[in-house]
């Protein structure tokens, strides 16, 4: 993980000492397990160029989470992307340029914009090419993504995710760090530390001058803050978030909603809620529903949901990841004692890879935003499995519709998650739909979910598989 910063013209010399750093030596630190290092390149009267590098211990990074059992908290990318991790990994090297004060003789430069080149990487965001662009050229850069063709050559993704980002334009050396130690972590959209009022101090703080003309404000904000409150709280003190951009709820499903609904202005619906909406209204209207399966369950938001509904009397919130399953169990304790409650779900652990006789005969199983992530190849026997051996009264399945990409300017062939192997047309997805049924006594509903748009029809799909009964035929 590195950041390059090239500052060339009329004082550029003076950049080393906004940085704080002489560029005779190079600043070499380690501290809780990351070493850090600051390298000029080039030191010159009109040109400087300084390379800023991270270098963390892979085992320092997982140390102490709560999953340390699990051995896949190993296969992440963390020790590799300029992210949240980078920006405070050499927070303390560039103290005095974020601040703004050097020594007194090099204050005027402090506001002087030099002609500035910023290159960082690599970066894995699930924002589209288009998306970072906007991101960025409000602030008057020029922006260039550089990305590799991928090495494999099986059927997943022709193009990495992963790219370099190099902005290119005038601006202080200040306001060039903080607009990007405010917007690295919004590009990685992943926060390794606990995220609480300080993170809206630091948005007023590295916002200042800037952030209140961005038309993208909105899904910066989001995306730092992430949960409900704190974007209220957000709102409350200044007074934005006025108006809901569409495009957020494509790039961005991680937004946490508060349990509870407050008796004041509530932010735009993510879509994520609404699909949680169509399900529970589905299983509401079912006089089959005493057992419920959430399969793919994560960090347990649905079956938490589920679980109000009267006549549900069971819920296995089903999912692999421990680390998941611990915070769907921390959920569920929270749900202990409320009022109207109908069932506790129950965290077990689980896999649609292999059969599970405890899913055998239950009224409903719930595939929510699961289908996507598994292989094309691999999905007809986990289907044909539910199905003819599983055999639940209903099964539920939300999945994106590709067509929709297009109403959130999507690039073409990308898809909404990293880990997403496939995404399907409303028409795909039909086809899938009659050859599955074609194998098993089940008949099937598709319907929207989302905001309609002509010609692309709504951002989720939701299927309603139902199990025929016999005398349905021997009438």
Known sequence: MHLILKATGEGAGNVSHLLSKNPNNVYDRTDKGVRVRMVYTTAAERETEVLM???????????????????????????????????????????????????????????????????????????????????????????????????YTFDLKKKSTVRRIILRGQVTV????????????????????????????KIKRYGEGWLDGHPLKEMIIKRTLRFAELIRQYERQEGVLSAPVEAVDAWDDNVSAPDVPSQQEQPPVRLNELRYRAITDVVAGLSHKRRIVDMGAGEGKLSAKLAYIPGVESILAVEPSGQSRLRAMERFAKLEGRSGLAAMPESVIGSLFYFDEQMQHQDVIILCEVIE???????????????????????????????????????????????????????????????????????????????????????????????????????
């Not at 896949?72 to 020790?79: A, F, G, K, L, P």
């Not at 039909?430 to 010609?455: D, L, N, P, S």
Request: glycine share 6%; charged share 25%.
């Open 373 to 475: 992530h598994i292989e094309a190849y691999r999905l007809n026997g986990i289907v044909d499995m539910i199905m003819n051996e599983y055999q639940p009264e209903v099964l539920l399945v939300t999945t994106p519709n590709k067509e929709y990409n297009q109403v959130y300017a999507m690039e073409q062939e990308s898809l909404r998650h990293h880990d997403h192997r496939f995404e399907w047309t409303r028409a795909e997805l039909a086809a899938q739909c009659e050859m599955w049924t074609k194998q098993a006594e089940y008949t099937f509903e598709i319907r929207g979910i989302g905001e309609y748009a002509e010609g692309f029809g709504q951002p989720t799909q939701l299927v309603i598989f139902r199990k025929e009964r016999r005398d349905q035929h021997e009438g």
């Open 53 to 151: 590098h991270a270098e963390p211990d892979p085992v320092d990074l997982v140390r102490g989470t709560p999953d340390g059992y699990d051995i896949t908290q190993y296969i992440n990318d963390r020790e590799f992307v300029t992210s949240s991790l980078f920006c405070s990994y050499i927070r303390s090297a560039l103290g005095t340029a974020l601040n703004g004060k050097p020594k007194e003789s090099y204050i005027q430069w402090v506001g002087h914009p030099f002609d500035m080149e910023l290159t960082f990487g690599p970066v894995a965001s699930d924002l589209p090419d288009r998306a970072i662009e906007e991101l960025f050229s409000p602030l008057g850069y020029a922006v260039t993504l550089e990305r590799d063709e991928l090495a």
């Open 174 to 201: 200040q306001n060039a760090l903080r607009q990007l130690f405010l917007l690295i972590p919004v590009l990685d959209n992943y926060k390794h530390y606990f995220i609480g009022e300080d993170e809206i101090d």
